[in-house]
């Protein structure tokens, strides 16, 4: 029997049960329920024998077959390199653009860089893709038409494999560093300027101040950014590459979503792409988790 | 200071270069306007590079007279005032209960980790599908909201702005006698405009541009939102023009002025203008938003 506080306590919190109960409900369907669905990477699945139904459990045997296919280490191997180009373009690049920024004085002028540069962070991949397809053509884009008025022969960025790895990589940069630009140089102003004035009177040169104060003060994000962009060590960006691919690129450019993709979705090998699928979120999970980790400790971020 | 022939050599290069990187950045969209603006054989030709050649505006002509076009356009726009309003209900719902403490509410902890597990571990496709598939929202426009219905890291966003507002607001309304569901609406929710802002701007945006659901859950592509049919036009150009051949009329008249480039074109500007539009915006919530939610309680 609860007690009458234990009871008022109860009542009170009731109500925030009670608001919890459709995000719960909907979580519990369509995110807990894929979750119980990995167990098609252990059957031989049947669809027609439905998703709770009577299937063959065949054990470890899809990833054997998985493991054993002649492009799934390519493809492995496409993945990191793609997504680990991207995680230290995607570090170097708005740092140095930010440290560039800040020396820029004129306000009007930074924040129309800003302007410009963050826009393509809020289209899709599709309207990118369509843009780069387009300016990256060999025979009439614009990337192409200019580079030939200095005398260079028309480049295949996306039908040449060993083009199109970098092209993934600086397109992807491209699109996303003005968001990256715009977070180090937030952290970049609330650097305490009386050590700037300090610096200047020991005789520090902008060089040296540079060095010496700036890169240590935004040291923290730096390191935060970088552990956190771990995570995606097996994100070779699936919108981005399902989009602007094709076969002849396939040796360089296919990774495992997009593998996962065509033999699911169109070979219909439901256990062998769940299979990948659950390999690729278990790898990711421990680098979420060690990221998270790295995170709290060296830089006190919590995600909640 | 006295500044050094060196500092402002450097400072010229800087502006130059920054300069540079920002027309390389806008280069891309000026180029697509001028291209759907210019007539076909100018384009084909490669002359045309930041302003049109040619001036037309048929390729917007021939695009707003093409069902498919207009057709996922609606769907779009369907979908996010679906999408968008259901987001935010579960985000707020959520938000305001994990925003307790555990003396408030004794089971915040074992929500809060219900929750965040889901950004941990992604199930992959094809059980996604499945779940989708055997609750029957296949070919429904129910199938690009729900599955997305709660966006946990927006949730989190909200939560942590939650946290930070002072505790004496809701103590002053629990003792005037307010119960949770009008200290949530009276209370928190009129000073939390910014945060509700932000994850507005997310939920918009993340809807607008999505288009792998609708390529997957949809098998009809009188279904298609806006952006997967886009996808079917930036992987497969020439279809677009093929396929809408049953244009009775004008249609000769079209062909001889519209090329798959200037007609992607023109629908690639035109889905970006929504984006364009709420762009002030983004700028002035997004990035603070992102601050806010990596605040720690």
Not at chain 1, 131 to 148: A, E, H, R, Y
Not at chain 2, 28 to 41: G, H
Not at chain 2, 108 to 135: D, E, K, Q
């Amino acid at each position: 029997m609860l007690s009458l506080r234990q009871r008022t306590k109860l009542l009170r919190e009731l109500p925030l049960y009670v608001m919890l109960i459709p995000a719960v409900v909907l979580v519990i369907i369509y995110s807990y329920g894929p979750m119980a669905g990995v167990a098609i990477a252990f059957q031989k699945f049947v669809p027609a024998r439905g998703f709770f139904g009577d299937q063959d459990w065949v054990g470890w045997a899809n990833f054997r077959t998985l493991f054993a296919m002649p492009n799934i280490w390519p493809v492995i191997r496409n993945t990191v390199l793609i997504a680990f180009s991207k995680m230290v373009g995607g570090v170097v690049v708005p740092v140095t653009f930010a440290l560039l920024l800040n020396e820029i004085t004129n306000i009007t002028s930074k924040r129309m860089f800003q302007t410009l540069v963050y826009l393509p962070n809020f289209l899709s991949w599709v309207i990118m893709a369509g843009i780069f397809i387009d300016i990256l053509s060999p025979s009439q884009g614009l990337v192409n038409t200019l580079l030939g008025k200095v005398g260079v022969e028309p480049l295949f960025f996306l039908g040449n494999p060993s083009l199109f790895p970098a092209t993934m990589v600086i397109t992807d940069i491209w699109k996303g560093f003005g968001f990256g630009t715009i977070i180090y140089l937030a952290a970049l102003t609330s650097i305490d300027p009386a050590l700037y004035e300090s610096a200047v009177i020991d005789g520090a040169n902008r060089w040296q101040q540079t060095l010496y104060i700036t890169l240590p003060g935004i040291m923290g994000i730096i390191v935060l950014m970088s552990v956190l962009s771990l995570a995606n060590i097996l994100n070779g960006g699936f919108d981005q590459i399902y989009n602007m691919y094709s076969p002849v690129v396939y040796s360089t450019g296919d990774i495992l979503d997009t593998f996962v993709y065509r033999l699911g979705i169109e070979q219909a090998q439901y256990s062998l792409s769940t299979a990948a699928g659950l390999f690729k979120s278990g790898v990711s999970l421990l680098f979420i988790v060690a990221s998270y980790h790295l995170a709290d400790r060296y830089a006190g971020y919590r995600v909640f | 200071m006295k500044t050094s022939a060196a500092r402002r050599v450097f400072v010229v290069c800087n502006t130059v270069l920054l300069l540079v990187v920002a027309v390389i950045c806008i280069a891309p969209f000026v180029n697509l306007l001028a291209i759907s603006f210019s007539d076909k054989v100018s384009v084909a030709a490669g002359d045309v590079t930041f302003y049109p050649i040619g001036f037309t505006t048929v390729a917007y002509e021939f695009i707003t007279n093409t069902a498919k076009f207009t057709q996922s356009l609606v769907v779009s726009f369907e979908r996010v005032a679906l999408g968008v309003p259901v987001n935010l209900l579960l985000i707020v719902l959520t938000a305001y209960p994990l925003s307790k403490s555990v003396r408030e509410f004794h089971a915040r902890h074992i929500f809060s980790w219900f929750f965040v597990v889901t950004i941990l571990f992604n199930a992959g496709l094809i059980p996604t599908y499945m779940v989708v598939r055997y609750t029957g929202l296949i070919d429904s426009i129910w199938s690009l909201v729900l599955p997305t219905s709660v966006p946990v890291f927006s949730v989190l966003v909200a939560m942590n702005f939650m946290r930070s507002l002072p505790k004496e607001m809701e103590e002053a309304a629990y003792i005037d006698g307010a119960n949770h569901v009008q200290t949530l609406v009276r209370v928190i929710l009129p000073v939390s405009a910014p945060t509700i802002a932000t994850v507005t701007l997310f939920s918009f945006v993340a809807h607008w541009n999505s288009w792998f659901d609708g390529m997957i859950y949809m098998n009809k592509i009188e279904h298609y939102p806006l952006q997967t049919y886009l996808h079917t036009v930036v992987v497969n150009p020439a279809e677009f023009l093929r396929a809408n051949t049953d244009l009775t009329g004008n249609l000769a008249k079209y062909l001889t002025l519209i090329s798959h480039r200037t007609t992607g074109a023109a629908q690639m500007f035109l889905a970006m203008i929504p984006v364009l539009v709420v762009y002030p915006y983004l700028q002035k919530y997004f990035t603070t938003g992102l601050v806010m939610g990596s605040v720690k309680g």
